[in-house]
């Protein structure tokens, strides 16, 4: 099965957070988002933006459509603390009969089949992993480098 990956799992992983590494090794079949291919570059250092491109060239891609946009719509509908941008991703992950694959999600009432949290952002104990405000470029390095 595919695995939608969030952005911030993307960022762990090119870290290199021991807990990234196993998540991406339970879906050899990986996607992300639109969204996060740019969230990610964007905050890649203008040094490595070749290494992180050549990175996530080995994710399929997948745009916002119709269907993913009112699948999203809906989702935020139904769970008040969904932003935007993750029922972007779970909706994309659900239209295109994936699992999404977060660290970064509100707990729902009901556990759902289609989300796989790993482990949860607030969780990580690795130095340097605080939360980057939007804009601002985080430490991250493409994996092996």
Request: a positive charge; hydrophobic letters at 40%.
């Amino acid at each position: 099965m595919t695995a939608v990956f969030d952005t911030a799992l993307v960022i762990d992983y090119l870290r290199g957070v021991k807990r990234a590494l196993e998540a991406f090794g339970q879906f050899p079949d990986r996607a992300i988002t639109v969204g996060t291919w740019v969230e990610v570059m964007s905050e890649a250092p203008s040094r490595l933006e070749p290494q992180t491109r050549e990175f996530l060239r080995g994710f399929e891609r997948l745009a916002i459509n119709e269907a993913i946009a009112d699948r999203a719509l809906a989702l935020v509908q139904q769970h008040d603390r969904l932003s935007i941008q993750q029922a972007l991703a779970w909706g994309t992950a659900q239209i295109n009969n994936s699992v999404y694959v977060t660290i970064d999600f509100p707990r729902l009432t009901a556990p759902d089949a289609t989300v796989y949290v790993p482990y949860r952002r607030s969780d990580r104990k690795t130095a340097g992993n605080s939360s980057a405000g939007a804009g601002r470029r985080r430490n991250i390095h493409p994996a092996g480098e």
